[in-house]
């Protein structure tokens, strides 16, 4: 329940986020309810799992629905794509990392950095794998309409 | 026919030059290409994009064409994207002519920077709020962003160089954040500069350079994602100038 406030606030910046960058109203409002899930995704799991874990995993579940959002709307998916994972970028983990530096504490910078590219590197990960599903699906399907 | 066959070449090339102009991925904007040049009847068709320039060229009516276009300024603009997708398509289906789609190219709605600057100036707002700010966190940080983000828009009009604007924008963010702070207490920084920078880190170009790898598109790949690594380096060493003060 405490997250409600949280997760609502995540949606709209998505969806204002994605008019920013030139985003139709519909596609804005879709990507606001996905990249709010995602991120509520996120905050649930991390109750459970490491930061990682549950990054890679609100990452894959956001592209994902981006990429089904994207064949219902008939539109790239990379309109939704972009948006949704926004809240998911490592930037409270950056700006702990450059205040650290900033206090002369090198070696615990020095660990945010690497922190914050394990985390970054998860998120390509599960970008990537959300990708490869896509198409694969996508493969299948077209295999299959051509045998009928 | 003549003409309409030049004009196809012409709007192939607008099309991928557009797409990648919006952030669109590499092989997304061959695509849009190659739907427009099989739709005209040509043959031998070879498109090849970068984040920097396209190529083109193909047989049309027996004859050799080639067409280059450099990119020089790259943006965001997810309805560019979708618009000229859609353009190549209905071309592609033979549900618009190449002189119909060519002018819907030219009366192509153009970027409101205001609009834009005022919607991730909220955004931002918001994301305070996600990164453990309080209600009034929302005000300073809408209004920081909107500050920042209006210097960045205009230093990318002037300089070539985008990293030194991103870089100038985010050292405004913290410095305006500090001074926010020492004025009024109650604000909290973290969330004011991690609100401020979120919507200035790559996840576009990192997305895409993803996307690209994986379709096959090494050197954009690898292009957008030392664009990315630069982008978030220049980001992070602004915003750790500020703080080392």
Redesign the interface.
Known sequence: MEYVGIIVAAAVAVAFYALSVRSSLKNALISGILGGTSYGFYLLLSNYVNPITSVFFATLTGCLSAELAARWAKTPATVFSIPVIIPLVPGLMLYNTMLKFGQGDTAGGGKGVVDTLILAGGMSLAVTLATLIAKLITAIGKRIEQKK | MEAAKDDCVVLAIKLGEGVMRA???TY?AEECCERVLSACGASEISVVAFPTAILISADVDGAHRTEIVSIKHRS???????EY?GISRMVAEGKMGVDKALAAIRSSDK?RPF???A??A??????A????GGVWDFLPTCLITFIATAFKHCADRLLTLNFLSTMGSSMIVTALARFTVAAFPVCSQ?AM??GG???M?P??A???S??D??SGDFISGAARMFEALVT?IV??AG??I???F
Request: glycine share 8%; net charge negative; no cysteine.
């Open positions: 952030g669109g991925e997304r965001v603009d997810l309805k560019k994207i979708e997708n970027e609009l834009s600057i919607f991730t909220l955004a931002a707002g918001f994301f709020f996600v990164f453990n973290e500069i991690v920078i979120i919507s880190l996840g576009l990192l997305t895409n993803l996307r790898t994986i978030a980001l992070a915003v750790a500020v703080l080392s």
